[in-house]
């Protein structure tokens, strides 16, 4: 027997393949698409139901299609081989473009192979998917993916304990304890939480990730402008959230702990940039230094020199950070005398410079700081970060 007889082709297949191969009947399926691509009316209609049914908001779109049918694979390899097939059309691809043009021409959506809002799976199998619409495509089923959305925007952080992102309880490590109330966290409010609380309804999405440009310590106040974040929302259905609505409700609920404020929509690409921004960004901080003895006039001019600092990772980072020595740059320097054992610093910096160590010296981790310059033990006992620039 030839392998014409061995393969029988639907009207679709034999048109764009070969028309070397016999016809299906009406009861019989094709070798190469099981009669999917005879029913594409249907697998649209599938997937037209389940975006009605999740409501799901989307502009533009991708289609992707998997084949876990075995038969169906060797069958199109092997009649390809046997005709000597050249073309670029197997059943994956062919699925893909009739129902993304019916998409395009039905919905009004836009296709989109780099960026695509929404990413429709299809998936396809020998044995029949559960509760399917049509006997015809039972072996047939659609997922549908949202991609993240990305909002940028800047917060102020207005009162002391906060963290910026939720903080595994130390106790449980965020399984749910007595400790921490069951909640799994150290700290019960985050700006994260307080930003995405009432984002991810309005987004109807299935979680967030939060992205600053660096982060303030938690007993540290973001004051001035406020520091650059991207916050990103997994799987959203709805992607037109009304900014402006966002952030009334977010600095009307959160008893003044943070504001936010210039949100807008951004790609993937910003998120990158924001989060490696830190380094080239540059700071201004207010930090009182407490010091065990009496501040000299000498001390003061020493303190407001200071330049370049070559500062190990601290102590209280470490298990965290790599242990590197890093080099940073003090810009500009002001000191204020509060009393003779403390001092208000005015500090503009080179971002990724840690304040309170520049100030304690970190048992000498940190080279030159206001302890060493001054043969003076000092802490930091109150620091507020007053302006975040970054390269836009």
């Known amino acids: 027997m030839s392998i014409e007889d061995d393969y029988k082709l639907c009207s679709k297949c034999l048109s764009r393949i070969s028309r070397k191969f016999s016809k299906t009947l009406e009861d019989e399926r094709c070798s190469i698409c099981d009669n999917l691509l005879l029913h594409e009316d249907k697998i649209y209609q599938v997937i037209y139901n389940k975006i009605r049914k999740f409501n799901i908001e989307f502009d533009t779109f991708h289609i992707s299609c998997q084949v ?28 893909r473009k009739d129902l ?17 809002e929404v990413i429709i799976n299809i998936k396809i199998r020998k044995k029949p998917y559960p509760h399917t619409p049509y006997p015809e495509i039972s072996n047939l089923t659609v997922f549908i993916d949202s991609n993240p959305l990305f909002i940028e ?36 409010v985050t700006v994260e939480g307080l930003i995405g609380k009432h984002l991810l309804p309005m987004a109807r999405g299935k979680s967030i990730k ?33 900014l402006k609505l966002l952030r009334r409700v977010v600095n009307s609920h959160s008893d003044g702990k943070i ?9 993937n690409n910003r998120r990158a940039s924001i989060k490696q921004s830190s380094v080239e960004s540059y700071k201004i901080y207010s930090a009182i230094a407490d010091f065990e003895r009496g501040v000299t006039s000498e001390d003061v001019k020493r303190i407001e020199k200071i ?19 890093r080099t940073r740059e003090v810009y500009d320097l002001e000191v204020e005398r509060i009393n003779s054992k403390q001092l208000r610093l005015i500090i503009k910096c080179q971002g990724g410079l840690y304040i309170k160590e520049l100030i304690s010296g970190d048992e000498g981790r940190t080279q030159p700081s206001v302890s060493s310059i001054t043969g003076n033990n000092a802490v930091c006992s109150q620091l507020d970060v007053l302006e975040v620039h970054i390269p836009e």
């Open 259 to 267: 504001e936010i404020n210039d949100l807008k929509f951004v790609d």
């Open 307 to 325: 330049k370049t600092i070559e500062q190990r990772t601290p102590i209280r980072v470490s298990h965290r950070r790599a242990d590197l020595i």
């Open 210 to 242: 939060f992205h600053g440009s660096g982060r303030e310590d938690i007993d540290v106040l973001m004051l001035g402008e406020g520091r650059p974040f991207v916050i990103e929302v997994k799987h959203p259905f709805v992607r037109k959230i009304d």
């Open 100 to 116: 993304s043009a019916m998409i395009v021409k039905k919905m009004g959506k836009r296709l989109d192979y780099k960026n695509p």
């Open 68 to 95: 876990n049918y075995d038969e169906l694979n060797r069958a199109e390899k092997t009649i390809h081989k046997s005709v000597n097939y050249k073309g670029n059309n197997g059943l994956k691809k062919q699925l």
């Open 153 to 188: 925007g800047r917060y102020r952080k207005l009162e002391r304990g906060i963290p910026q992102t939720k903080w595994p309880c130390t106790e449980c490590k965020g399984k749910g304890c007595e400790v921490c109330n069951g909640t799994g966290q150290q700290y019960p």
